[in-house]
């Protein structure tokens, strides 16, 4: 059974995630993750090391994915080292979230650009709040954008 925290949110600088999308669609190539028919550009959410959004935009030949910190980020209180065990179940994700798919965004646009608007407007961070169903299914329920800054640990 999943230790899951009912209602925990996860809470990201939103600067640091616009970086990260912006990396994932300038890429010229994109990594796969099960189930995908073709590349395209997205953020990966991803629990493993903590837990963090990812760019799945492939770098220049040679370097490495901690070589540059636009492509990772984690969310706060949830960096490498800690255990999101009790926050997502126990299981490792890696779910996609397109960035160039019209009407993934509420109005109907890209979830980049819903990300540049939010960040041009003065929002400060990303919270997601998440919920689990069944055995180890995770998921996004809601994404809200706030200017009030970070108020510590998120999901605790």
């Given at each position: 059974?999943?230790?899951?925290?009912?209602?925990?949110?996860?809470?990201?600088?939103?600067?640091?995630?616009?970086?990260?999308?912006?990396?994932?669609?300038?890429?010229?190539?994109?990594?796969?993750?099960?189930?995908?028919?073709?590349?395209?550009?997205?953020?990966?959410?991803?629990?493993?090391?903590?837990?963090?959004?990812?760019?799945?935009?492939?770098?220049?030949?040679?370097?490495?994915?901690d070589d540059d910190?636009?492509?990772?980020?984690?969310?706060d209180g949830w960096?490498?080292?800690?255990?999101?065990?009790?926050?997502?179940?126990?299981?490792?994700?890696?779910?996609?979230?397109?960035?160039?798919?019209?009407?993934?965004?509420?109005?109907?646009?890209?979830?980049?650009?819903?990300?540049?608007?939010?960040?041009?407007?003065?929002?400060?961070?990303?919270?997601?709040?998440?919920?689990?169903?069944?055995?180890?299914?995770?998921?996004?329920?809601?994404?809200?954008?706030?200017?009030?800054?970070?108020?510590?640990?998120?999901?605790r």
């Open positions: 059974m999943s230790t899951f925290i009912p209602g925990a949110r996860l809470v990201f600088p939103l600067a640091d995630v616009v970086a990260a999308a912006e990396h994932a669609a300038a890429s010229p190539a994109h990594g796969l993750v099960d189930g995908d028919t073709g590349p395209y550009p997205a953020l990966w959410w991803v629990s493993d090391d903590g837990t963090y959004l990812m760019s799945n935009g492939i770098p220049a030949k040679g370097a490495e994915p910190p636009r492509r990772l980020v984690h969310a960096g490498p080292g800690t255990d999101t065990w009790e926050l997502l179940g126990g299981d490792d994700i890696c779910e996609p979230y397109p960035l160039c798919e019209q009407g993934a965004a509420e109005d109907g646009g890209t979830f980049l650009d819903a990300l540049r608007s939010a960040l041009a407007e003065g929002n400060t961070d990303l919270v997601w709040q998440i919920s689990a169903d069944g055995w180890h299914e995770t998921r996004v329920t809601a994404a809200r954008l706030r200017r009030d800054g970070r108020t510590g640990r998120a999901g």
